[in-house]
T-cell receptor, first 111, second 114 residues
Framework: AQKVTQAQTEISVVEKEDVTLDCVYE???????LFWYKQPPSGELVFLIR??????QNEISGRYSWNFQKSTSSFNFTITASQVVDSAVYFC????????FGKGTRLHILP | DSGVTQTPKHLITATGQRVTLRCSPR?????VYWYQQSLDQGLQFLIQ???????AKGNILERFSAQQFPDLHSELNLSSLELGDSALYFC?????????????FGQGTRLTVV
């Protein structure tokens, strides 16, 4: 069965610090997709990134970077030089035919 | 703005009642997904429709039902409501089921059962 584990339920860091959000997944499929979504206090779910199981290249987008390691079934998300606006709940998700979400990590960026 | 529209944004109703949540997917998207987000259960997948047909079912109660219409909008019907059904209900859409594209979410309907 597919499963996504985000072991960190809540993290607090001071602004400008770097922070890494962990995601570990389980699937028997050889083809799958992984996602990260952000849920700010306003409540909407915002898509951040998609990664397919055949592409282990890490990706950087501004202050955001993602580290996909198939060998450890992990898809970690790092925010560099964090800002208060990064405060949100972040969800990692796995897709085969439906999208399964982890329970999320609540990130507090303290000014 | 994700392009997915959900109405209403907020809904307060009494136990035992029935409500209908509506979702309009992004233009061109054929798949619609429904999720329930509660504090203790996180984001739970309920059901998926693709081009009018049910495609996958998750943890959806028998009191709940959904459908996708020919114009691709979808409705989630919740009946015999209980206090525990209070949650944020999200609709999401994606292009189709075959290419594993990301799903874009609406802003959700917050349901409060009193």
């Amino acid at each position: 069965a597919q499963k996504v584990t985000q072991a960190q339920t809540e993290i607090s860091v001071v602004e400008k610090e770097d922070v890494t959000l962990d995601c570990v997944y389980e699937t028997r499929d050889t083809t799958y997709y992984l996602f990260w979504y952000k849920q700010p206090p306003s409540g909407e779910l915002v898509f951040l990134i998609r990664r397919n199981s055949f592409d282990e290249q890490n990706e950087i987008s501004g202050r955001y970077s993602w580290n996909f390691q198939k060998s450890t079934s992990s898809f970690n998300f790092t925010i560099t030089a964090s800002q208060v606006v990064d405060s949100a709940v972040y969800f990692c998700a796995l897709r085969d035919d439906k999208i399964i979400f982890g329970k999320g990590t609540r990130l507090h960026i303290l000014p | 703005d994700s392009g997915v529209t959900q109405t209403p944004k907020h809904l307060i109703t009494a136990t035992g009642q029935r409500v209908t949540l509506r979702c309009s997917p992004r233009s061109g998207d054929l798949s619609v997904y429904w999720y329930q987000q509660s504090l203790d259960q996180g984001l739970q997948f309920l059901i998926q429709y693709y081009n009018g047909e049910e495609r996958a079912k998750g943890n959806i109660l028998e009191r709940f039902s959904a459908q996708q219409f020919p114009d691709l909008h979808s409705e989630l019907n919740l009946s015999s409501l209980e206090l525990g059904d209070s949650a944020l209900y999200f609709c999401a859409s994606s292009l189709n089921t075959g290419d594993f594209t990301e799903a874009f979410f609406g802003q959700g309907t917050r349901l409060t059962v009193v």
